[in-house]
């Protein structure tokens, strides 16, 4: 599947690590947790935010984790941080600046997507 999309050709890719390896420093550095409990934590912050990036009310949103373990999947939902406003800011700032390349599938794939 990953050859199939551009984000992972080599064009992308070292800017698309770039990314992750920045995100993955914040949650260590700054927040003390896994990537994974970041990005779930990430979600639990903006569920039912207002006025977030333009969208007067986020909806509810419950995340689901997936993990090949029970263990894998007690330990992401086992971390879960408190993000403040400005460490909401500071993870908007990382995605601004090392933003994602590449379409999510591919160009011809993209054209079918409609939502």
Not at 49 to 59: Q, R
Not at 86 to 94: C, K, N, S, V, Y
Request: proline share 4%; net charge neutral.
């Amino acid at each position: 599947m990953r050859n199939h999309s551009d984000r992972f050709k080599p064009e992308n890719f070292d800017q698309n690590c770039l990314l992750a390896k920045k995100l993955y420093g914040f949650a260590r550095d700054v927040k003390n947790c896994s990537l994974e409990s970041l990005a779930l934590s990430w979600i639990l912050a903006i569920s039912e935010k207002t006025d977030f990036h333009g969208i007067p009310v986020v909806c509810k949103i419950l995340p689901i984790p997936s993990g090949s373990t029970k263990e894998k999947i007690e330990k992401n939902l086992g971390n879960l941080v408190e993000l403040t406003r400005e460490d909401l800011d500071q993870i908007d700032r990382i995605c601004k600046e090392n933003p994602v390349k590449g379409f999510r599938y591919n160009e011809a794939h993209e054209a079918l997507c409609f939502a």
